[in-house]
């Protein structure tokens, strides 16, 4: 077993989990979606789950971002402060991911803790929406560790090199 073998080990997991919601996402829409056009009929709360899932989707997604380094980079700047500061750019590049990744989480860990104590509920199923807000702050708290390791996820499809 490698030193960077818990990094490979949360890469996969936020791919489980990132495909997980996706599908999940996409059966209850689908299925929400038949039952109002052939029943007249929708599941009740099935946008709220919507909602929830799309949160843990954002949070496993930044996993596979931050292990793949593929953040936004923005051309209009990236291009002449990559030949200004040619030596020190992607150490500034990799502090300026890392500072915004941990606000993020700080954010939401923070937010997550204001929720669970005030017993903050969802409008509609009624169910502790704080433990969601807690598990996507897990989750973009296990993307900053991805980044801040040297560990890189390797490329799987030529077209992803591009």
Known sequence: MTDR?????VYRAGQAIG??????MTLLT???VVMRYFFNASIFGAAEITHAMLAVLVGAGLIVVAALRIHICVDLFDAPLRRRFAKGYPRWQLLCEALGTAALAALLVRHAWHTIDFGELTAVLEYPIGWVYAFVALLVSAALALLLS????PVEHESDSA
């Open 5 to 9: 073998h818990w990094a490979r080990s």
């Open 19 to 24: 495909a997980l919601m996706v599908g999940a």
């Open 30 to 32: 689908v299925t929400d």
């Open 150 to 153: 040297s560990w890189r996820a």
